[in-house]
């Protein structure tokens, strides 16, 4: 199962050392003085790049490559940008790539793989990353939670957890996102996150997670599957990084699964609403806790593993875009079109290690479900940033199930479905 990735994206790490010694980033901006650099890299990894920095930081980087565009595509509570970075992608027919990063603000790392990211595919020069870029549009918002970012804290300005409003839309970075999701329909979105170990029974240096909700295709949640576990886990240990599934204990001695403890099959969760939007989602977690001795006397060293490791999965992923375009094409255009056939049960529990209970499932779904004039006018925009299709009628709207994202109208409108909208009435002759 273990693989050797390809350096098609050895770019991107080209900042960064592979193997267990972590080059510290102040080294790499040493020797690359022309190049923007983030306050992360200039620090040595001793602190985070702050706001201004990232916004100085992308703007330098805009200018300085025509692969590269910016875009503000929300604002914060607290009145901060949300901001969207376009790289490459000229071909029509160029696959979508959507990194999501730090949409929990207390966990930084990923940002900061992100944004040298972005910097080290602007610059970069050699044949294999100039042709990935001509045949991906690879899609970042480095700062999901920048209200969160700046607090430190977990949840937005309002204590709302982005990452468990992807269906309700109440938080103007789920709505951001959605927006992106929507317009750009992505083949992958990659979602960065941390997260803090139990001893022995949960501490891997990355733990990656697809999505288990019931209602992905079977095609795009194998390719998910193979995202995680035969390019971005195999990736990180190339870099000697262990790794581990996202949510399962494992048995210190034979290593055999012993508990879950998260990563179940909630629909509001970004890596489940990927799926079930047609995108071949992936959790990537790395660990918080110090490794080593040395890690636990400075944290730049620590904060730098933390940021390599991402960097190293990152490789992973950007591999298994580039050598699978085909197989992730043929997924996800499939599962787009399969909404139209309009068959086939909708499940609103479930996850695919938790068989769905029957009341968890809508063995034969309405046609659509009908809103009054009022539901209506409160929902139009969450259902418009979903990209699903309504219809407005004399009395309200039709939302017909017969649409691309067919599983996601019940889980919008059926009174089943935990983190509905709203209850809409069920119609079952159209
Ligand atoms: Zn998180």
Redesign the pocket.
Known sequence: MHRRIRTLAVAVCALAATGAAVTAPDQAAAAHPGLPHTGFESSGGARWTTQPEEWAFLTAVDRSSDRVSLRTIGTTAQGRPLQLVRIGGDRPTANTMLLICS??GD?PSGREACLTTVRDFARARDAATRRFLDRTTVLVIPTANPDGRAAGT?GNADGMDV?RDHIALRTAEGRAVAAVIRDSRPDVVYDL???NTTPRYYEKDLLALWPRNLNTSPDVRREAHTLSEQYVRPGAEEAGYSSGVYGIWTDPVTGDPVRQVAGDGQERILRNTAGVKHSVGLLV?TRVDALTDAELADPAVNNRRRVHSQLAALKGAFAFAGERRGRIEAATTSARLAGFADRGPVWTGGADNDPAAPDETIQDPPCGYRLTAAQYTEFQDELALHGVVSRPTPDGAFVPLRQSLRALVPLLLDERAAYRLTTGSPITRC
């Open positions: 949409q929990h966990e977990r990452n996150h941390e997260y977690e």
